[in-house]
């Protein structure tokens, strides 16, 4: 029987493991990819105390190996269902099963898909949510961007450095990023941004060529061609293996209370996952020490 199961290793799912372990209790972290979750997925962070700028792999790294110091275990695993048992809680993955007293759900966000023809089918031929995980595949080619808020600008910034050329789509009229980014991505000659463009559909073929866009003002087509697209048009919660449990609200997040225990007793939400209006390392953090605390108290 273990204590807590953590679901989740970005910054929320990590801190509450550091203040849970420190506390004496027995913590195990199940997480389905990287450690860092969307931190380790971004080039750079300039926003978070402590660190001026720091990449996000690297932070992650920093983030994890503070949480495994005082005897967190950790395993790779995708939670397929929770299963409520009153006192403790079965949790299953596509891996093994574990039981424990509470559960942490800290899984945050994933990438939301255009819904455009020929994007599922391309992924993996050039179609990508991640620059730094793909970038390198077209080094020296041209790529576009999708997206107008502080995700797609850094990571444009990020591609125009290995990248010939990049094009920013964005279906609005004004950029949602904050101006200290905005005005980097200006200022780099091989990024050109277009307003009011959406993409229509993605060429299927053995690898991307083009890309078929429409400006959603003139209901003008026209044809980009491109090696790759990197889609950042938005969030949704991560929250597939819970469907089971009444603790999801009609927008797709886990509903707490001001403990952050949802409506099921003994299982706890943290982070991105939940209804916020501000997603950022630092309220992520902040969530995850309070939900521990929160934790520790109902098991003592």
């Known amino acids: 029987m273990i204590d807590l199961i953590i679901i989740g290793a970005g910054p929320s799912g990590l801190t509450a493991a550091v203040y849970a372990t420190r506390a004496g209790l027995d913590v195990l972290i199940l997480e389905r990819g990287a450690p860092g979750g969307k931190v380790f997925t971004t080039h750079l962070v300039e926003n978070y105390?402590?660190?001026?700028?720091?990449?996000?792999?690297?932070?992650?790294?920093?983030?994890?190996?503070?949480?495994?110091?005082?005897?967190a275990k950790y395993?790779?695993?995708?939670?397929?269902?929770?299963?409520?048992?009153?006192?403790s809680k079965k949790v299953i993955t596509n891996v093994k099963e574990y039981e424990a007293k509470t559960v942490l759900i800290a899984t945050g966000t994933e990438n939301r898909h255009l819904g455009a023809s020929g994007e599922v089918e391309m992924l993996g031929k050039g179609v990508s949510y991640c620059a730094i995980c793909d970038g390198n595949f077209f080094k020296g080619k041209d790529v576009i961007v999708v997206g107008g808020g502080n995700s797609a600008m850094e990571?444009?910034?990020?591609?125009?450095?290995?990248?010939?050329?990049?094009?920013?789509?964005?279906?609005?009229?004004?950029?949602?990023?904050?101006?200290?980014?905005i005005e980097k991505v200006q200022e780099r000659e091989n990024i050109n941004i277009q307003y009011h463009t959406e993409v229509v559909e993605i060429v299927e073929a053995n690898k991307l060529e083009?890309?078929?866009?429409?400006?959603?003002q003139t209901q003008e087509k026209s044809t980009i061609n491109a090696s790759g697209?990197?889609?950042?048009?938005?969030?949704?919660p991560a929250v597939e293996g819970f469907l089971d449990l009444d603790i999801i609200d009609e927008r797709g997040q886990i509903k707490?209370?001001?403990k952050f225990e949802t409506p099921v007793k003994g299982?706890?939400?943290?982070?991105?996952?939940?209804?916020?209006?501000?997603?950022?390392?630092?309220?992520?953090v902040g969530e995850g020490s309070e939900v521990a605390n929160n934790i520790i108290n109902a098991l003592n």
């Open 49 to 71: 105390p402590g660190f001026e700028s720091i990449s996000g792999p690297e932070l992650s790294k920093v983030m994890h190996k503070h949480a495994m110091k005082f005897g």
């Open 75 to 87: 395993e790779f695993g995708s939670v397929e269902k929770i299963v409520d048992l009153g006192d």
């Open 155 to 181: 990571e444009s910034l990020y591609l125009s450095k290995i990248c010939s050329s990049v094009s920013i789509l964005y279906r609005g009229e004004k950029l949602r990023a904050s101006k200290v980014v």
């Open 256 to 258: 707490v209370n001001d």
């Open 210 to 216: 083009e890309v078929i866009i429409i400006n959603n």
């Open 267 to 284: 299982i706890y939400a943290s982070g991105d996952v939940l209804d916020k209006s501000l997603r950022q390392i630092t309220t992520a």
């Open 229 to 236: 697209i990197f889609i950042y048009i938005g969030l949704d």
